[in-house]
C-alpha cells in the first residue's frame, strides 16, 4: 500500500490550499480516509476524516467552516480542500488509510501560512 501526499506549499494568510493523497495497493473505496497535521513541537493531531461510504465526515473544531474533506474513489484519492488558512495552520499535513486494524501512513506535505 502506498498513500502519497501532495499540495502544499508556502501560502499566505487567508488564502487556499488544495491537498491531494493517492492511495494505491488495495481497493481504496474499502478504506476511511482520513488527514492528520503536525506541527513544530506538537502532537500529531486530526485534522478531518471521510468514511469509505462517503456518509461520514468530521473535522477538528479549530478547521470546522474552513477545510473540506471529500474523495475520488475513481481515482483513488482524498482531498483537503483547505481555504481561509491561518498561521496556525501550518504544519506537516499527512493522510491515513484504515480499514479493520489496518493502517498506512503517507509522507506528509508541508503546508507553510505566512506573510
Known amino acids: 500500500v502506498q498513500l502519497v501526499e501532495s499540495g502544499g506549499g508556502l501560502v499566505q494568510p487567508g488564502g487556499s490550499l488544495r491537498l491531494s493523497c493517492a492511495f494505491s495497493g488495495f481497493t481504496f473505496s474499502s478504506y476511511a480516509m482520513t488527514w492528520y497535521r503536525q506541527a513544530p513541537g506538537k502532537g500529531r493531531e486530526l485534522v478531518s476524516g471521510i468514511s469509505s461510504t462517503y456518509i461520514t465526515t468530521n473535522y477538528a473544531d479549530s478547521v470546522k467552516g474552513r477545510f473540506t474533506i471529500s474523495r475520488d474513489n475513481a481515482k483513488n484519492t482524498v482531498y483537503l480542500q483547505m481555504n481561509s488558512l491561518e498561521p496556525e495552520d501550518t504544519a506537516v499535513y499527512y493522510c491515513?488509510?484504515?480499514?479493520?486494524?489496518?493502517?498506512?501512513w503517507g509522507q506528509g506535505t508541508q503546508v507553510t501560512v505566512s506573510s
Open positions: 491515513k488509510g484504515s480499514r479493520w486494524s489496518n493502517a498506512y
